[in-house]
């Protein structure tokens, strides 16, 4: 089961008029692994995300969760998702507990109780089990997000810029949460982010898409030897300031 992949894309292709926003990107992740989707502006992140959680249909290529093949068997396969992004409301007019019941229910989670005190504990936000929707502040809103995104057991956990404008406090509960998750219930996450430290902090593998295609797939530190350069923050200036996109071609002088 360890080795398990939940998610599987195949040669992925997304046109937009005269813009070919995504490029043959093929990805797997496996049970348990925690990995980054990483690339500049432009790169096709968005759009290759959202073929990979069936919101929009890609025109070639195919995506699988958990053993599901979109988009024939996507009730099947979504239910097997979790997904939260910072930017994502939750209800105002409810309690923290509250909102996670309706959640759980919605799921059809048996032992929902326990799910929602776990998932609070487990990201340090216990505290705010009654407190109302409009009192939370936006760090403790994205913990809650995230929370909310695992109360049904997701096998693949996708956030979208989870730690964006968090302080680094609650970006390490993020993150200290996110770690005990995938190791106790060996949920995958694929995760989308602009903070490069945040992603070799808890990222065991790095995909690096530019121009819609996938040009590094590798562990942070692999990547960063790959194109000459110190770490992911300056592989992804180097892409982002127009930098040759195949690692193999650098002529660099790498320090001893």
């Known amino acids: 089961m360890a080795d398990m992949d939940v998610l599987k894309a195949h040669a992925l292709v997304k046109r937009y008029r005269r813009t070919l926003a995504v490029d043959?990107?093929?990805?797997?992740?496996?049970?348990?692994?925690?990995?980054?989707?990483?690339?500049?502006?432009?790169?096709?992140?968005?759009?290759?995300?959202?073929?990979?959680?069936?919101?929009?249909?890609?025109?070639?290529?195919?995506?699988?969760?958990?053993?599901?093949?979109?988009?024939k068997e996507r009730s099947e396969g979504v239910q097997q998702v979790g997904f939260s992004a910072g930017y994502m409301p939750l209800a105002d007019r409810l309690r923290v507990r509250e909102f996670l019941r309706m959640y759980a229910?919605?799921?059809?989670?048996?032992?929902?109780?326990?799910?929602?005190?776990?998932?609070?504990?487990?990201?340090?936000?216990?505290?705010?089990?009654?407190?109302?929707?409009?009192?939370?502040?936006?760090?403790?809103?994205?913990?809650?997000?995230?929370?909310?995104?695992?109360?049904?057991?997701?096998?693949?956990?996708?956030?979208?810029?989870?730690?964006?404008?968090?302080?680094?406090?609650?970006?390490?509960?993020?993150?200290?949460?996110?770690?005990?998750?995938?190791?106790?219930?060996?949920?995958?996450?694929?995760?989308t982010s602009h903070n490069m430290v945040e992603i070799e902090r808890l990222c065991e593998r790095v995909v690096f898409l530019t121009h819609g295609r996938v040009i590094a797939n590798d562990t942070p530190k692999n990547i960063a030897d790959q194109f000459g350069q110190v770490d992911l923050e300056d592989v992804f200036l180097h892409l982002a300031r127009g930098g040759h996109n195949d690692p193999r071609s650098q002529e660099t002088d790498r320090p001893a």
């Open 105 to 191: 229910e919605f799921y059809r989670v048996t032992d929902s109780r326990q799910r929602i005190e776990r998932g609070l504990e487990r990201f340090e936000v216990g505290h705010l089990g009654d407190v109302m929707g409009t009192e939370l502040s936006s760090g403790q809103r994205t913990l809650i997000g995230i929370v909310k995104a695992t109360i049904h057991r997701p096998r693949l956990l996708v956030l979208d810029e989870p730690t964006a404008s968090l302080d680094p406090d609650v970006a390490l509960r993020v993150r200290t949460g996110l770690q005990d998750l995938c190791r106790e219930e060996g949920t995958a996450l694929l995760i």
């Open 24 to 71: 043959g990107v093929s990805l797997e992740v496996r049970e348990g692994e925690r990995v980054g989707l990483l690339g500049p502006n432009g790169a096709g992140k968005t759009t290759t995300l959202m073929m990979l959680l069936s919101v929009i249909s890609p025109d070639s290529g195919w995506v699988e969760l958990a053993g599901h093949r979109l988009p």
